[in-house]
């Protein structure tokens, strides 16, 4: 309970936070607002009792201008809450997605292993639209509720207090039934909820890999999963929706009842002459503004469990630690790495042991080759340098200070990768080569761009630099998407550079032309390259041999096929 009420804290401090003024502004006009409503039963009262009672025209003419003025400026007022609220639910639901997104990329490997994208992809988009309709004015309603309730109260407790035990005994009644629904209505909210997360997640797989499904003929086993998932979400929601509506019309019903009994004993007491016409009218408002609240209120505790599962799922996303820890206050790479040093590193991959006691170094200058049989942790190794996972025991160190205390951002920053899958973004080639960055000049991107023999490609496209490569670059070839990543990663301009697999798709002539290129630019750098091709390896100035783990040899290709091991077996087997 008390979680629940901190969670509602923040959000309202967050909502607060989106513009002060417009919070101070919806307020005021909310109570002003429930001031207004709760008059108008008063002046009907006057009008039917002082005004047509006392056959006084006059009155008559005034109570209904006053009437009139206050609908008008009701009318106003609910206008421009509504601009308000709108803003500020709008700019909330913005900021929400921003921080989701900007804490997305600041996980470790193991949780981007683990955490299926539809689940996030459901906070991202559906938490936080159920809090956008639900949150801010679930304060307000309650605001609003107890105030108007309260004082419709105390005039039914002026008017005639018989009638209104008999409305508080069926109130009470009401509260009960609707907190025994409430209940199951939150049990069965969280179930339907994490059935959608699950069919989410099917489609976006479908999505995002329809390619691969097409060729692997996997279309009908997605399907059936679908459609099972799907159903399930679908029993789940109707029987969700007929609890609603079970739940609905029993307060309907206790309501209805309400109404009726007022106008029976109001009636008799009409014809015994101990109250006037007006005033039972009068009544049966404050009445219905006593009992619309209270249900109100009863609605409210409903849309409060559904906006605190989601307000949990977003916060509890927002404030997961990473097992990656930052040192915001680290240390900045220093402008010249001179060496990064591997010193008895050991790593698993949760209990499964992959890299064993690895000791090396890297320095610039030179290019290294990781050679090894696939699934051996050529990956891994710069999955730790870059900080996706940490190292189990031992330590990387970079100019001789282990990692861990430099900044996370300014590693990364001074790392780049071009990757085993080349990922471009839904957008120009220009873009995917800068990435925005405006200090990447025009002469720049094609000057890399020639070096890599792709410029020609580029220039006979119609729409030249700025053609739209497609989602994840499916408008060019692979060899073409791993041109444009390596140019990508060339016009970053970083100490230490990493090719993991960056040329299979390559043939060996493009291979050689890019390599040789761009010999001159690894000068002074960190080049390690990740290859099974040995065109790529040869080239290599030392090459490092992995088998199982650890680092079996050590040297360049001459050397190394002058000894007649390991390497010189993956040679002969063409494993590389
Ligand atoms: N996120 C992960 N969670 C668990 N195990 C993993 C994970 N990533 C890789 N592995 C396992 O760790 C081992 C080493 O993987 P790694 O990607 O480093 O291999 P690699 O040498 O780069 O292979 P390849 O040449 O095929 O790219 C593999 O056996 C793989 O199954
Ligand atoms: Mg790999």
């Not at 979680?3 to 002060?20: A, D, H």
């Not at 292993?113 to 938490?127: A, C, F, H, M, P």
């Not at 050397?559 to 390497?567: E, N, P, R, V």
Request: net charge positive.
């Amino acid at each position: 309970m008390k979680k629940r009420y901190k969670l509602i804290g923040k959000f309202l401090r967050e909502s607060f936070r989106q513009s002060k003024i417009k919070s101070i502004i919806c307020c005021l006009i909310m109570f002003v607002l429930t001031l207004l409503s709760v008059f108008l039963p008063i002046i009907l009262q006057r009008i039917i009792d002082v005004a047509i009672g006392g056959k006084n025209a006059s009155a008559l003419f005034v109570y209904g201008g006053v009437y009139m003025a206050v609908m008008i400026a009701i009318a106003i007022l609910n206008m421009l809450q509504q601009y308000n609220l709108s803003y500020l639910k709008t700019k909330m639901t913005i900021r929400y997605k921003y921080l989701l997104l900007k804490k997305l990329s600041t996980f470790s490997g193991a949780y981007y292993s683990e955490q299926k994208s539809g689940e996030v992809l459901n906070i991202i988009d559906n938490d936080t639209d159920m809090v956008e309709n639900y949150g801010i004015d679930l304060v307000f309603d309650f605001v609003r509720n107890v105030i108007t309730s309260l004082f419709a109260l105390s005039m039914l407790v002026h008017i005639q207090s018989t009638i209104l035990c008999i409305i508080i005994g069926i109130q009470i009644i009401t509260i009960v039934v609707q907190s025994k629904f409430s209940r199951v209505l939150a049990n069965k909210t969280a179930e339907v909820r994490e059935q959608s997360g699950k069919v989410y997640n099917i489609i976006e797989q479908y999505i995002s890999n329809i390619l691969e499904i097409v060729i692997l003929k996997a279309r009908r086993y997605f399907l059936i999963h679908y459609l099972k998932n799907e159903g399930e979400f679908a029993r789940k929601g109707i029987r969700l929706d007929v609890l609603f509506s079970a739940s609905s019309q029993s307060a309907t019903f206790l309501s209805s009842l309400t109404t009726i009994l007022v106008y029976i004993i109001g009636g008799m007491e009409i014809i015994n002459g101990s109250i006037q016409f007006g005033e039972l009218i009068a009544f049966q408002q404050y009445t219905a503004m006593f009992i619309g609240p209270c249900m109100g209120l009863l609605k409210i505790n409903e849309s409060i469990q559904r906006v605190w599962v989601s307000l949990d799922r977003i916060y509890g996303f927002l404030e997961s630690s990473s097992t990656i820890v930052q040192n915001n206050k680290g240390l900045k790479i220093p402008d010249h790495v001179t060496q990064i040093n591997m010193k008895n590193v050991n790593f698993s991959y949760s209990n499964n042991k992959i890299l064993k006691n690895i000791n090396y170094k890297f320095r610039p200058g030179k290019v290294y080759a990781l050679v090894g049989a696939t699934g051996c942790g050529k990956s891994t190794i710069i999955n730790l340098l870059y900080r996706l996972w940490d190292v189990e025991s031992g330590e990387i160190t970079i100019n001789d200070k282990n990692i861990k205390e430099y900044n996370l951002y300014s590693l990364r920053k001074n790392i780049a990768i071009v990757s085993q899958n080349t990922f471009l973004f839904d957008d120009t080639i220009e873009n995917n080569l800068t990435l925005n960055n405006n200090r990447i000049k025009k002469e720049d991107y094609i000057e890399t761009c020639k070096r890599i023999g792709i410029d020609e490609f580029i220039s006979k496209l119609p729409d030249g630099y700025q053609t739209q490569v497609g989602e994840n670059g499916v408008k060019l070839s692979g060899g073409q998407r791993q041109r444009i990543a390596i140019a990508r990663m060339i016009l970053q301009s970083k100490d230490i550079l990493i090719f993991d697999e960056a040329t299979s798709a390559l043939d060996n002539i493009t291979q050689e032309y890019i390599l040789d290129n761009l010999r001159q630019y690894y000068e002074n750098r960190i080049v390690i390259m990740i290859a099974h091709r040995l065109s790529t390896i040869r080239k290599a100035d030392e090459i490092v041999v992995l088998n199982q783990g650890k680092i079996v040899e050590i040297g360049n290709h001459e050397s190394l096929m002058q000894k007649k091991q390991y390497y010189y077996q993956l040679v002969e087997e063409r494993s590389v």
